[in-house]
T-cell receptor, first 111, second 112 residues
Framework: QKEVEQNSGPLSVPEGAIASLNCTYS??????FFWYRQYSGKSPELIMF????GDKEDGRFTAQLNKASQYVSLLIRDSQPSDSATYLC???????????FGKGTRLHILP | ETGVTQTPRHLVMGMTNKKSLKCEQH?????MYWYKQSAKKPLELMFV???????ENNSVPSRFSPECPNSSHLFLHLHTLQPEDSALYLC???????????FGEGSRLTVL
């Protein structure tokens, strides 16, 4: 059973600080990793994807992947109240069409 | 506006009713998906269609019946549902399966 684990939170971070969201996965053969943001009452929205070990930066967002440790994280710099949402980690293997989601981490940015 | 449109946005049905959820994507993608989202549970993949062919049925009960007439349209036919089927049903598309998912706004289903 492939699993994706996230701390459900809520994670409270002061405005302007760095928010760090973490995710671990069980399938060592996983190849692609995604972060989705879901505002309350809305559908998930893709914000980052990463395929290779290391860091990938896009504006205030940085995705970090460590395949040896089966660990992927999302850093949000200069956190804003508008970043308050649930962040879903999703993992795709290389053998099938399935994208497995974690339960999500609820992030609350304190003004 | 994500380019993936779902109707209806809200649906209330009895256990003996038959209803359908509709999804349409305007992104030119070749793969479409149905996901179920329940409180405190991860998104659950239900069905995958790639180039109109069903490539995944994730052990979904037969009371849920998908239909994909073309790469732009996807339906989920519902009949004799149970109260535990109440959830948010999300349609998504991607350029190909598997791939980056673009979600619709979802259909909130309540089964009485």
């Amino acid at each position: 059973q492939k699993e994706v684990e996230q701390n459900s939170g809520p994670l409270s971070v002061p405005e302007g600080a760095i928010a760090s969201l973490n995710c671990t996965y069980s399938d060592r053969g996983s190849q692609s990793f995604f972060w989705y943001r879901q505002y309350s009452g809305k559908s998930p929205e893709l914000i980052m994807f990463i395929y290779s070990n290391g860091d990938k930066e896009d504006g205030r967002f940085t995705a970090q992947l460590n395949k040896a440790s089966q660990y992927v994280s999302l850093l949000i710099r200069d956190s804003q109240p508008s970043d308050s949402a649930t962040y879903l980690c999703a993992v795709m293997g290389n053998r099938d069409d399935k994208i497995i989601f974690g339960k999500g981490t609820r992030l609350h940015i304190l003004p | 506006e994500t380019g993936v449109t779902q109707t209806p946005r809200h649906l209330v049905m009895g256990m003996t009713n038959k209803k359908s959820l509709k999804c349409e994507q305007h992104l030119g993608h070749n793969a479409m998906y149905w996901y179920k989202q329940s409180a405190k549970k991860p998104l659950e993949l239900m069905f995958v269609y790639n180039f109109k062919e069903q490539t995944e049925n994730n052990s979904v009960p037969s009371r849920f019946s998908p239909e994909c007439p073309n790469s732009s349209h996807l339906f989920l036919h519902l009949h004799t549902l149970q109260p535990e089927d109440s959830a948010l049903y999300l349609c998504a598309s991607s350029p190909q399966a598997p791939g980056e998912l673009f979600f619709g706004e979802g259909s909130r289903l309540t089964v009485l």
